[in-house]
């Protein structure tokens, strides 16, 4: 059975978007199951919210829950890359909100047909919507330099040649523990007790470069540039270390001021509660 989806960082991230307490149009650009979004609407009556997310399965989760909002509420399929044409079809110029939680959904991960978890056997295919590309494309077709430079910048794997020459050699590679196999078997013996941690790196690296999404955060950091008004603010939460400096470099940006000198983090009591949330940084700006 599927856990319920907890959001993370909520009254954090409700609390830094207190510039909507008088109204105004807020993006979620990751709407997921609706929670950071129910959050907003309950604590600011007079925001109305657009939420988007590419996956069709979190979509319906958000209007189930979302639906006693009536029409304060407006959801589209679509990646959040193309915030600025579902703004112009919609008629809005400028918002005052803009979030996006970069994180994986609980629905998502324990879902084993999607393949973003190596704790479940599943196919190797690791796309939040509808992509090109899956995670067995990346594996099973993929150079080597591809494959290494993959695992270098994006998992930040020092094995990363290792791996990518005996997935390489070991390939066709169709099911999550195959890959989780192969590579264990890539690590030298003093490296085996990390593993985990490895796998864990080598899965994100993959579904990073299946997603585009480090891409994607820097389309939508320009894009808040240009849509949100002066005085309107926008909130990240990130996963990982790539993501998080992605944020941190563009929050230095001559039009934004930094909303807190240090990223915000769940208390220990949320870590507890929910152990997912344990890396997660949420940074905030407004826009001048």
Known sequence: MQKEHISVLLNEVIDSFSNLKDGGTAIDCTVGGGGHAEGLLLRYPSVLLVGLDRDEMALEIARERLKRFGDRVKLFKCNFIDLDGLLEEIAISKVEAIFADLG?????????????????????????????????????????????????????????????????????????????????????????????????????????????????????????????????RIGVISFHSLEDRIVKRFFLGKNFVKMTKKPVIPSEEEIKLNPRSRSAKLRSAERV
Request: net charge neutral; no cysteine.
């Open 104 to 232: 994986l959904s609980s629905f998502q991960i324990e879902d084993e047909e999607r393949g973003f978890s190596f704790k479940t056997d599943g196919p190797l295919d690791m796309r939040m919507g509808i992509n090109e590309k899956s995670a067995s494309d990346v594996v099973n077709s993929y150079g080597v330099d591809d494959l290494e430079r993959i695992l270098r910048e994006y998992s930040e794997e020092r094995f990363a040649r290792r791996i990518a020459k005996n997935i390489e050699f070991k390939r066709p590679i169709y099911t999550t523990d195959q890959l989780v196999k192969v590579i264990f078997s890539s690590l030298p013996d003093h490296a085996k007790k990390d593993w985990k941690k490895i796998v864990m790196r080598v899965f994100q690296g993959i579904r990073i470069e299946v997603n585009d999404e480090l891409k994607n955060l820097n389309e939508l950091l320009s894009i808040s540039d240009l849509r949100l008004k002066s005085g309107g």
